[in-house]
Protein backbone atom coordinates (compact mmCIF):
# COMPACT_ATOMS: atom_id res chain seq x y z
CA UNK A 1 0.00 0.00 0.00
CA UNK A 2 1.16 3.77 -0.63
CA UNK A 3 1.43 6.22 2.29
CA UNK A 4 2.85 9.41 3.15
CA UNK A 5 5.40 10.09 5.74
CA UNK A 6 8.77 12.38 6.33
CA UNK A 7 11.66 10.77 5.14
CA UNK A 8 15.67 11.72 6.55
CA UNK A 9 17.38 11.93 3.26
CA UNK A 10 20.32 13.33 4.49
CA UNK A 11 22.13 14.89 7.62
CA UNK A 12 21.92 18.48 7.55
CA UNK A 13 18.80 18.24 5.21
CA UNK A 14 15.33 19.03 5.86
CA UNK A 15 13.03 16.17 6.13
CA UNK A 16 11.40 15.26 2.64
CA UNK A 17 7.71 14.42 3.16
CA UNK A 18 6.66 11.77 0.09
CA UNK A 19 4.93 8.77 -0.74
CA UNK A 20 6.09 5.76 0.56
CA UNK A 21 5.26 1.93 -0.28
CA UNK A 22 4.21 -0.11 2.84
CA UNK A 23 4.04 -4.32 2.11
CA UNK A 24 2.11 -6.59 3.33
CA UNK A 25 2.93 -7.61 7.58
CA UNK A 26 4.78 -10.42 7.93
CA UNK A 27 3.91 -12.74 10.80
CA UNK A 28 5.40 -10.66 13.20
CA UNK A 29 4.29 -7.25 11.59
CA UNK A 30 1.16 -5.10 12.31
CA UNK A 31 0.51 -2.14 10.59
CA UNK A 32 -1.13 0.82 11.80
CA UNK A 33 -3.26 4.04 10.64
CA UNK A 34 -2.23 6.83 12.74
CA UNK A 35 -4.16 9.54 14.20
CA UNK A 36 -0.87 11.16 15.95
CA UNK A 37 2.83 11.60 16.72
CA UNK A 38 4.78 13.23 19.71
CA UNK A 39 7.53 15.53 18.28
CA UNK A 40 10.60 13.93 20.23
CA UNK A 41 13.85 15.12 20.92
CA UNK A 42 15.87 12.09 20.11
CA UNK A 43 15.05 12.49 16.76
CA UNK A 44 16.75 15.72 16.78
CA UNK A 45 19.79 13.50 17.65
CA UNK A 46 18.69 11.22 14.77
CA UNK A 47 18.75 13.97 12.75
CA UNK A 48 22.10 15.58 13.54
CA UNK A 49 24.36 12.31 14.09
CA UNK A 50 25.81 11.09 11.19
CA UNK A 51 25.89 7.30 11.98
CA UNK A 52 22.34 7.23 11.65
CA UNK A 53 22.14 5.55 8.09
CA UNK A 54 20.03 7.33 5.42
CA UNK A 55 17.05 7.31 3.68
CA UNK A 56 15.40 6.47 7.40
CA UNK A 57 12.20 7.07 8.68
CA UNK A 58 11.52 8.79 12.54
CA UNK A 59 9.77 9.05 15.27
CA UNK A 60 8.59 6.66 18.46
CA UNK A 61 5.43 7.23 19.80
CA UNK A 62 2.14 7.21 18.12
CA UNK A 63 -1.87 6.39 18.82
CA UNK A 64 -3.46 5.07 15.51
CA UNK A 65 -6.34 2.50 14.63
CA UNK A 66 -4.69 -1.52 13.79
CA UNK A 67 -5.34 -2.01 10.37
CA UNK A 68 -3.83 -5.43 9.49
CA UNK A 69 -2.15 -8.30 11.86
CA UNK A 70 1.06 -10.24 10.57
CA UNK A 71 -1.02 -14.46 11.65
CA UNK A 72 1.60 -14.53 14.51
CA UNK A 73 0.86 -11.73 16.69
CA UNK A 74 -1.96 -12.68 19.02
CA UNK A 75 -2.68 -9.23 21.42
CA UNK A 76 -3.65 -7.42 18.44
CA UNK A 77 -6.96 -7.30 16.35
CA UNK A 78 -8.01 -5.01 13.19
CA UNK A 79 -9.34 -2.23 14.37
CA UNK A 80 -8.09 -2.08 17.82
CA UNK A 81 -7.11 1.77 19.14
CA UNK A 82 -2.88 1.10 19.93
CA UNK A 83 0.18 3.08 20.93
CA UNK A 84 3.21 2.83 19.08
CA UNK A 85 6.30 3.11 20.65
CA UNK A 86 9.92 1.92 21.08
CA UNK A 87 9.72 -0.02 23.94
CA UNK A 88 8.57 -4.01 23.73
CA UNK A 89 5.63 -4.76 25.55
CA UNK A 90 7.34 -7.48 26.55
CA UNK A 91 10.60 -7.54 28.39
CA UNK A 92 14.00 -8.36 26.64
CA UNK A 93 16.92 -8.84 27.99
CA UNK A 94 19.93 -6.89 26.90
CA UNK A 95 19.67 -4.64 24.20
CA UNK A 96 18.23 -5.55 21.08
CA UNK A 97 15.95 -3.97 17.93
CA UNK A 98 14.36 -5.57 15.51
CA UNK A 99 15.49 -5.01 11.62
CA UNK A 100 13.37 -2.32 9.86
CA UNK A 101 9.64 -2.57 8.61
CA UNK A 102 10.35 -3.35 5.02
CA UNK A 103 9.07 0.36 3.58
CA UNK A 104 10.55 1.84 0.82
CA UNK A 105 11.44 5.21 -0.66
CA UNK A 106 11.76 5.00 -4.44
CA UNK A 107 12.40 1.65 -4.58
CA UNK A 108 14.95 2.31 -1.82
CA UNK A 109 14.82 0.14 1.74
CA UNK A 110 14.19 2.84 4.55
CA UNK A 111 15.93 2.26 7.46
CA UNK A 112 13.50 2.80 11.10
CA UNK A 113 12.50 -0.15 13.12
CA UNK A 114 9.49 1.58 15.02
CA UNK A 115 8.41 4.87 13.16
CA UNK A 116 5.33 7.17 13.43
CA UNK A 117 6.06 10.37 11.33
CA UNK A 118 3.89 8.70 9.10
CA UNK A 119 0.32 8.27 7.75
CA UNK A 120 0.74 4.23 8.46
CA UNK A 121 3.14 2.51 9.55
CA UNK A 122 4.93 -0.96 9.73
CA UNK A 123 6.28 -2.17 12.75
CA UNK A 124 6.95 -5.44 15.05
CA UNK A 125 4.17 -6.18 16.80
CA UNK A 126 6.08 -6.27 20.32
CA UNK A 127 6.27 -2.31 19.94
CA UNK A 128 2.30 -1.90 19.73
CA UNK A 129 0.20 -1.91 22.66
CA UNK A 130 -3.65 -2.29 22.69
CA UNK A 131 -5.48 0.58 24.21
CA UNK A 132 -9.14 1.24 25.72
CA UNK A 133 -11.16 2.74 22.76
CA UNK A 134 -12.48 5.39 25.01
CA UNK A 135 -8.99 7.09 25.41
CA UNK A 136 -8.04 10.46 22.82
CA UNK A 137 -6.59 9.67 19.54
CA UNK A 138 -4.62 12.43 19.62
CA UNK A 139 -3.06 13.28 22.97
CA UNK A 140 -2.30 9.68 24.16
CA UNK A 141 0.48 9.35 21.91
CA UNK A 142 2.75 10.93 24.01
CA UNK A 143 2.84 8.20 26.89
CA UNK A 144 4.43 6.37 24.18
CA UNK A 145 7.65 7.94 25.00
CA UNK A 146 7.51 11.32 27.18
CA UNK A 147 5.79 9.88 29.63
CA UNK A 148 6.81 6.44 29.52
CA UNK A 149 10.39 7.72 29.86
CA UNK A 150 10.01 10.36 32.31
CA UNK A 151 7.09 8.84 34.93
CA UNK A 152 8.80 5.87 34.63
CA UNK A 153 12.05 7.31 35.48
CA UNK A 154 10.95 8.54 38.64
CA UNK A 155 8.31 5.23 39.27
CA UNK A 156 10.44 2.25 38.13
CA UNK A 157 13.88 3.28 38.15
CA UNK A 158 14.65 5.47 41.24
CA UNK A 159 11.38 4.36 43.02
CA UNK A 160 11.09 8.03 44.90
CA UNK A 161 8.68 7.44 47.87
CA UNK A 162 6.53 10.39 49.94
CA UNK A 163 9.29 13.10 51.09
CA UNK A 164 12.04 12.28 49.36
CA UNK A 165 13.11 15.14 47.62
CA UNK A 166 13.30 15.61 44.08
CA UNK A 167 15.11 17.90 41.23
CA UNK A 168 14.40 17.46 37.59
CA UNK A 169 16.86 19.35 35.23
CA UNK A 170 15.10 20.39 31.99
CA UNK A 171 11.42 20.87 31.62
CA UNK A 172 9.95 19.74 28.46
CA UNK A 173 7.40 16.92 27.61
CA UNK A 174 10.56 14.63 29.24
CA UNK A 175 11.10 16.27 32.26
CA UNK A 176 7.34 17.34 33.01
CA UNK A 177 6.75 13.94 32.92
CA UNK A 178 8.60 12.86 35.68
CA UNK A 179 8.39 16.03 37.92
CA UNK A 180 4.66 15.06 37.44
CA UNK A 181 4.92 11.85 38.72
CA UNK A 182 7.37 12.57 41.43
CA UNK A 183 4.10 15.09 42.59
CA UNK A 184 2.21 12.22 42.15
CA UNK A 185 4.15 10.17 44.69
CA UNK A 186 3.97 12.91 47.38
CA UNK A 187 7.74 13.90 46.80
CA UNK A 188 9.02 17.29 48.38
CA UNK A 189 10.29 19.52 47.62
CA UNK A 190 10.13 18.69 44.16
CA UNK A 191 12.66 20.98 41.95
CA UNK A 192 12.61 21.98 38.77
CA UNK A 193 15.91 23.57 36.89
CA UNK A 194 15.82 24.96 33.41
CA UNK A 195 16.99 28.26 32.04
CA UNK A 196 13.71 29.59 30.91
CA UNK A 197 11.93 31.52 33.50
CA UNK A 198 8.35 31.09 31.43
CA UNK A 199 9.17 27.30 31.36
CA UNK A 200 9.40 27.37 34.72
CA UNK A 201 6.46 29.26 35.20
CA UNK A 202 4.90 26.30 32.93
CA UNK A 203 6.27 23.61 35.33
CA UNK A 204 4.48 25.01 38.35
CA UNK A 205 1.11 23.81 36.62
CA UNK A 206 2.63 20.23 36.97
CA UNK A 207 3.11 20.39 40.71
CA UNK A 208 6.93 21.87 40.74
CA UNK A 209 7.30 23.45 44.14
CA UNK A 210 10.24 25.10 43.64
CA UNK A 211 12.40 26.55 40.33
CA UNK A 212 16.00 27.17 39.72
CA UNK A 213 17.10 29.14 36.75
CA UNK A 214 20.60 27.84 35.75
CA UNK A 215 21.36 30.67 33.82
CA UNK A 216 21.76 32.56 36.59
CA UNK A 217 21.83 30.81 39.63
CA UNK A 218 24.21 27.85 40.00
CA UNK A 219 21.45 25.08 40.50
CA UNK A 220 24.03 22.59 42.22
CA UNK A 221 24.11 25.08 45.08
CA UNK A 222 20.51 26.20 44.94
CA UNK A 223 18.97 22.38 45.11
CA UNK A 224 21.32 22.22 48.07
CA UNK A 225 20.10 25.15 49.73
CA UNK A 226 16.70 24.07 49.17
CA UNK A 227 16.39 20.61 50.54
CA UNK A 228 19.15 21.25 53.33
CA UNK A 229 22.44 18.96 51.59
CA UNK A 230 21.14 17.75 48.17
CA UNK A 231 18.49 16.22 46.76
CA UNK A 232 17.43 12.20 47.12
CA UNK A 233 16.99 12.15 43.79
CA UNK A 234 18.36 14.56 40.56
CA UNK A 235 17.26 13.47 37.25
CA UNK A 236 18.96 15.12 33.79
CA UNK A 237 15.97 15.31 31.34
CA UNK A 238 18.36 17.03 28.97
CA UNK A 239 21.52 15.17 28.12
CA UNK A 240 23.80 18.04 27.70
CA UNK A 241 27.26 17.17 29.38
CA UNK A 242 27.06 19.59 31.46
CA UNK A 243 23.51 18.39 33.15
CA UNK A 244 25.14 14.95 32.90
CA UNK A 245 27.61 16.28 35.21
CA UNK A 246 25.69 18.57 37.80
CA UNK A 247 23.25 15.80 38.38
CA UNK A 248 25.59 14.06 40.89
CA UNK A 249 26.99 16.39 43.09
CA UNK A 250 23.17 17.87 43.06
CA UNK A 251 22.05 15.21 44.87
CA UNK A 252 23.12 14.38 48.82
CA UNK A 253 26.09 12.81 50.17
CA UNK A 254 26.31 9.50 52.25
CA UNK A 255 29.71 8.80 53.84
CA UNK A 256 31.19 5.86 55.92
CA UNK A 257 29.02 2.49 56.88
CA UNK A 258 27.14 0.09 55.11
CA UNK A 259 23.93 1.78 54.62
CA UNK A 260 25.05 5.35 54.46
CA UNK A 261 24.63 5.99 51.29
CA UNK A 262 24.01 9.34 49.24
CA UNK A 263 21.99 10.19 46.85
CA UNK A 264 20.73 8.78 43.05
CA UNK A 265 21.59 11.04 40.06
CA UNK A 266 19.49 9.69 37.12
CA UNK A 267 20.36 10.23 33.31
CA UNK A 268 17.22 10.08 31.27
CA UNK A 269 18.07 12.66 28.54
CA UNK A 270 20.30 11.12 25.32
CA UNK A 271 23.85 12.11 26.24
CA UNK A 272 26.84 12.61 24.44
CA UNK A 273 29.89 10.58 24.06
CA UNK A 274 32.12 12.32 27.43
CA UNK A 275 31.32 13.60 30.62
CA UNK A 276 34.12 14.09 33.35
CA UNK A 277 32.63 13.00 37.13
CA UNK A 278 34.94 12.79 40.52
CA UNK A 279 34.99 9.62 41.47
CA UNK A 280 35.14 10.79 45.07
CA UNK A 281 31.74 11.69 44.54
CA UNK A 282 31.33 7.26 44.51
CA UNK A 283 34.09 6.36 47.02
CA UNK A 284 33.41 9.30 50.22
CA UNK A 285 29.88 10.09 49.65
CA UNK A 286 28.47 6.48 48.45
CA UNK A 287 26.53 8.76 45.82
CA UNK A 288 24.60 6.83 43.08
CA UNK A 289 24.32 7.22 38.73
CA UNK A 290 22.08 5.54 36.94
CA UNK A 291 20.89 5.66 33.27
CA UNK A 292 17.14 4.84 32.66
CA UNK A 293 15.61 4.08 29.03
CA UNK A 294 12.15 3.17 28.71
CA UNK A 295 11.45 2.58 32.27
CA UNK A 296 7.94 0.79 31.60
CA UNK A 297 6.20 -2.39 31.62
CA UNK A 298 3.89 -1.27 28.52
CA UNK A 299 0.97 -3.44 28.97
CA UNK A 300 0.10 -2.22 32.34
CA UNK A 301 1.70 1.23 32.87
CA UNK A 302 0.19 2.62 29.47
CA UNK A 303 -3.73 2.11 30.73
CA UNK A 304 -2.64 3.29 34.17
CA UNK A 305 -0.81 6.55 32.61
CA UNK A 306 -4.60 7.23 30.37
CA UNK A 307 -6.51 6.23 33.54
CA UNK A 308 -4.21 9.48 35.63
CA UNK A 309 -5.20 11.40 32.51
CA UNK A 310 -9.11 10.78 32.98
CA UNK A 311 -9.63 11.72 36.35
CA UNK A 312 -7.56 14.38 36.21
CA UNK A 313 -3.99 13.48 37.98
CA UNK A 314 -1.98 13.40 34.71
CA UNK A 315 -3.20 16.07 32.74
CA UNK A 316 -1.24 15.11 29.10
CA UNK A 317 -3.90 17.38 27.69
CA UNK A 318 -1.84 20.46 29.27
CA UNK A 319 1.08 18.65 28.77
CA UNK A 320 0.80 19.06 24.75
CA UNK A 321 1.44 22.72 23.74
CA UNK A 322 1.46 22.65 19.94
CA UNK A 323 0.25 20.52 17.11
CA UNK A 324 1.40 20.51 13.49
CA UNK A 325 0.21 18.27 10.57
CA UNK A 326 2.87 16.10 8.53
CA UNK A 327 3.62 18.70 6.28
CA UNK A 328 4.96 21.17 8.68
CA UNK A 329 7.18 18.34 10.15
CA UNK A 330 10.24 20.67 9.53
CA UNK A 331 8.76 23.34 11.29
CA UNK A 332 7.80 21.16 14.24
CA UNK A 333 11.77 19.69 14.12
CA UNK A 334 13.03 23.54 14.00
CA UNK A 335 10.45 24.82 16.79
CA UNK A 336 12.09 22.30 18.99
CA UNK A 337 15.45 22.99 18.34
CA UNK A 338 14.72 26.42 18.88
CA UNK A 339 13.83 25.81 22.24
CA UNK A 340 10.24 27.36 21.56
CA UNK A 341 8.26 23.89 22.40
CA UNK A 342 6.98 24.14 25.68
CA UNK A 343 5.49 20.56 26.93
CA UNK A 344 5.05 18.61 23.66
CA UNK A 345 4.18 18.90 20.57
CA UNK A 346 2.20 16.42 18.63
CA UNK A 347 1.79 16.24 14.67
CA UNK A 348 -2.05 15.06 13.51
CA UNK A 349 -2.95 13.04 10.59
Known amino acids: MKSRAAIHTQHGKPLTVDEIEIPDPKDDQVVVKLFSSGVCHSQLHQMHNTETKTPTLLGHEGTGVVTSVG ?3 T ?8 IVTWVPREPIRGRWTPEPGGATWQEQPLGGATYTWGEDVIVWGG ?3 K ?3 DNPKDISSIVGCAVLTGAGAVLHTAKVRPEESVAVYGVGGVGLSALRMAVLLSAYPVIAVDLDDEKLEFAKKFGATHTVNASNTDPIEAIHEITGGGADYAFDAIGLRITNEQILPSVRGGG ?3 DNVGGMACLIGMPGKEMTVDPGHFMFHQRQYRGSLGATYPDKDFNMYLRMHKDGRFPLDELVTKRYKLDEINEATNALQSGEIFGRAIIEY
Open 71 to 73: KGV
Open 75 to 82: HLKEGDLA
Open 127 to 129: YVV
Open 131 to 133: IDD
Open 256 to 258: PGA
